[in-house]
């Protein structure tokens, strides 16, 4: 492929750096399991060395996620968590991060018991609120941390904006793309630094691998991520990488399915009695939707909304429900739903929770591409349960 540039994204998902194999015409990426490569003399290694450095699956995957973020380098971790560890890595004691409060419950664990410990200063503040970003920005603050839509409450953030704020201040903007994938929002594109990805979810999206993934275009950062990621060695077996680069080719077309189903799913939510509140950026009532619409191709596949009667409610509900499955994770083909509260988020302290909205009837959907309706029933069947 020598014109990748100018291909449209579901070419790309399918063609990106992966040209038919030059030995074999094998028209799959093959799966390299060899830890060492051999040298022809010593200390002058060819294109590959050792697996944890580099290998030829893995960075074909870093190759193919870099295009479809429209990026120049990727980098491949052995978790999402790994590649957020990767970025928090590269600073100090001493630097300051400021990172959005409503995100992944292990994205917290790790800034709050594990950075901060160590001397990295995280302030929590509500980035759907630009003001309330410039206010908190310290002499000392060199990251900006977004995810957009946040997990669990799909709040929306302004990346150009903060884009710009963070640029101005010499701080780099990184946004955790999991929920929306580069299907829908493009961050380098809007002014973010790097893209971080738990490649468990969508990209892969079939539920069989804990992968994570950087892109950037900033230079001093890749240098400083690559080296990180080979001195820490927190690297994906071939293999998953090979499984992702398969994901990948039907992202497009899932997403596209995701987002349809998932809208309807809120719509109908949105009038139950037995739902105190839905959150989905791609309803009217949502209170960045206008964002959504000018950030994102479209709201995503993921759900959020609050049941009546509080733990009891959302306990008689997921034990209610027969196709949707009650489990952790997201952005598989089969549809997920979880309590937040006890699972995802449990790790975040109960005051910090209730004053952010994860309250205790939030559940949380990830809308798989089993057929709507029968979605739609089994959430029926079960909230009719719920008293
Ligand atoms: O699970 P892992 O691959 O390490 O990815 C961590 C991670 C990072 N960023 C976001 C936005 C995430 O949602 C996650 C993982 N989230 C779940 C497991 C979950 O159920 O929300």
Redesign the pocket.
């Known amino acids: 492929m020598t014109h990748d540039d100018e291909l449209h994204f579901d070419t790309l998902a399918i063609h990106a750096a992966q040209a038919p194999d030059a030995a074999t015409g094998a028209i799959m990426p093959p799966v390299v399991l060899s830890t060492t490569f051999a040298q022809r003399s010593p200390g002058q290694p060819g294109a590959y060395e050792y697996s944890r450095s580099g290998n030829p699956t893995r960075n074909t995957l870093e190759r193919c996620v870099a295009q479809l973020e429209g990026g120049r380098h990727g980098l491949a971790f052995s ?3 790994a590649a ?1 560890s990767a970025v928090l890595q590269t600073l100090s004691p001493g630097d300051h991060v400021l990172a959005c409060d409503d995100v ?1 419950g ?2 917290y664990r790790l800034m709050d018991q594990v950075f901060s410990p160590l001397g990295i200063g995280v302030d929590w503040v509500d980035m759907a609120d630009p003001r309330a970003v410039e206010g908190a920005l310290r002499t000392e603050t060199k990251l900006l941390w977004v ?1 957009t839509p946040t ?1 669990p409450l799909l709040k929306v953030v302004d990346i150009k904006t903060l884009g710009w704020m963070a640029g101005n201040h010499g701080a780099l903007l990184v946004v ?1 793309n ?2 929306a994938t580069p299907a829908l929002q493009k961050p380098l594109e809007m002014g973010a630094h790097a893209v971080v990805h ?1 490649t ?2 969508y990209l892969n999206g079939h539920a069989d691998v ?3 993934l950087i892109v950037s275009d900033h230079e001093e950062l890749t240098e400083r991520l690559r080296f990180v990621q080979n001195a820490v060695g927190a690297v994906p077996s071939p293999f998953d990488c090979y499984l992702v680069l398969r994901g990948l080719k039907t992202l497009p077309i899932r997403m596209e399915r995701h987002c349809a189903s998932a809208l309807a799913i809120a719509k109908f939510l949105s009038g139950h009695p037995a739902v105190e509140k839905v959150h989905y950026p791609g309803l009217d009532s949502h209170p960045q939707a206008e964002l959504a619409q000018r950030q994102m191709h479209a709201p995503g596949g993921m759900v959020s909304f609050v049941v009546r009667g509080g733990t009891d409610g959302a306990r008689t509900l997921l034990e209610g429900l027969r196709l949707f499955v009650c489990a ?3 952005g598989g083909v089969e549809s997920l739903a ?1 309590h937040p509260a006890s699972m ?1 988020h449990a790790a975040i302290p109960l005051e910090v929770r209730t004053e952010l909205g994860i309250v205790d009837g939030l559940v949380r959907l990830s809308v798989g591409l089993e057929a709507e309706t029968d979605l739609r029933r089994d959430l029926s069947d079960a909230l009719s349960r719920v008293p």
Request: glycine fraction near 18%; proline fraction near 0%; include cysteine.
């Open positions: 978790s999402g968590c957020t992944y292990g994205t995810e997990n955790d999991t929920f738990s468990t979810k804990v992968g994570g952790e994770s997201l979880e995802t």
